[in-house]
């Protein structure tokens, strides 16, 4: 399996896994997702998120915005996409729809 992170194969293998990610979009070498959930969510998923990611020694950046909106910043602006940033991006996800009630999930 590790081969498949070596060259051009990580690349694929990224972009591959980064279509799986709804909601997520790419601004250079960050993806971004931006959540409709109220604060009691928010706080909820900022907790499952850091132990996530401190087990994978990654700082996403997670934002609460004036328009009651929460943000989420994963990968760093100056180097490539990592494996483990994506999937912290898929454990987000995960998250996000533990604290998000059915039927509410926007984003």
């Known amino acids: 399996m590790r081969a498949l992170f070596g060259g051009r194969a990580k690349h ?3 972009s591959d896994a980064l ?3 709804n909601g997520w979009t ?3 070498e960050q993806i971004r997702r931006t959540l409709a959930i109220d604060d009691t969510q928010h706080a909820a998923l900022t907790e499952r998120v850091k132990v996530v990611a ?3 020694h990654l700082r996403p950046e997670i934002s609460r915005r004036a328009d009651h909106t929460t943000q989420i910043r ?3 602006g100056n180097s490539p996409l990592t494996e483990g940033e994506v999937l912290l ?3 987000i996800e995960d998250a996000y ?3 998000a ?3 509410e999930q926007r984003g």
Request: hydrophobic share 45%.
């Open 101 to 103: 009630a059915p039927g």
């Open 19 to 21: 279509t799986l990610l």
């Open 74 to 76: 994963v990968g760093h």
């Open 54 to 56: 401190d087990a994978l």
């Open 12 to 14: 694929d293998y990224l």
């Open 97 to 99: 729809r533990a604290v």
């Open 89 to 91: 991006a898929a454990r």
């Open 26 to 28: 790419r601004e250079g």
